[in-house]
T-cell receptor
Framework: GAVVSQHPSRVICKSGTSVKIECRSL??????MFWYRQFPKQSLMLMAT?????????EQGVEKDKFLINHASLTLSTLTVTSAHPEDSSFYIC??????????FGPGTRLTVT | EDKVVQSPLSLVVHEGDTVTLNCSYE??????LLWYKQEKKAPTFLFML????IEKKSGRLSSILDKKELFSILNITATQTGDSAVYLC?????????????FGGGTRLMVKP
């Protein structure tokens, strides 16, 4: 149990376009979903926390107008990178949590902006 | 389907004890194994292991990888209350879509004074 999927697993887009990444909890209801970005040396940076039906809470330094997060249901959260630029190229990982606060991580999405 | 399993699920010890956390995996096109410590927000990176039998060490923490038996262990000696956290193991692999990370379910460690 506790499977989290992400789609797409890899995306290449042109600079200036927008990209949407989906995060789904497949076999449980996720009241909270987290979005991370992986940096060199394997560190993970928390970008935002989203609770179903409410606005996401963004970490300091993360532009909420650039990284749009929607958590419309208990099994789906989306991250939209708007007007993507090459510096947005990264590995984006989501995790999902039920009320008992155990995070289950998705497999990640590799975004490359050309 | 790639799979990473951590054990035990949770562990309660007293300060000064030594703990060993386990991570076994089944992935295709293995690239590396990563250990993270998660307390509140983002997991903190601890180690990346790519070669069998070479121990990585940082203070009281050490880790080793066995690519033949497909597992890794994370050791913490002389535990302190500050070591209380969830420890995550993740395996990086490559597939047709590129790199991916498969996380284990984590081991929740509680160190009592």
């Amino acid at each position: 149990g506790a499977v989290v999927s992400q789609h797409p697993s890899r995306v290449i887009c042109k600079s200036g376009t927008s990209v949407k990444i989906e995060c789904r909890s497949l076999d449980f209801q996720a009241t909270t979903m987290f979005w991370y970005r992986q940096f060199p040396k394997q560190s993970l940076m928390l970008m935002a926390t989203s609770n179903e039906g409410s606005k996401a809470t963004y970490e300091q330094g993360v532009e909420k107008d650039k990284f749009l997060i929607n958590h419309a249901s208990l099994t789906l959260s989306t991250l939209t990178v708007t007007s993507a630029h090459p510096e947005d190229s990264s590995f984006y990982i989501c995790s999902a949590s039920s009320v008992y606060y155990e995070q289950y991580f998705g497999p990640g999405t590799r975004l490359t902006v050309t | 389907e790639d799979k990473v399993v951590q054990s035990p699920l949770s562990l309660v010890v007293h300060e000064g004890d030594t703990v060993t956390l386990n991570c076994s995996y089944e992935v295709t096109n293995f690239r590396s194994l990563l250990w993270y410590k998660q307390e509140k927000k983002a997991p903190t990176f601890l180690f990346m292991l790519t070669s069998s039998g070479i121990e990585k060490k940082s203070g009281r923490l050490s880790s080793i990888l066995d690519k033949k038996e497909l597992f890794s262990i994370l050791n913490i000696t002389a535990t302190q209350t500050g070591d209380s956290a969830v420890y995550l193991c993740a395996v990086a692999s490559a597939n047709n879509a590129g790199n991916m990370l498969t996380f284990g379910g984590g081991t929740r460690l509680m160190v009592k004074p």
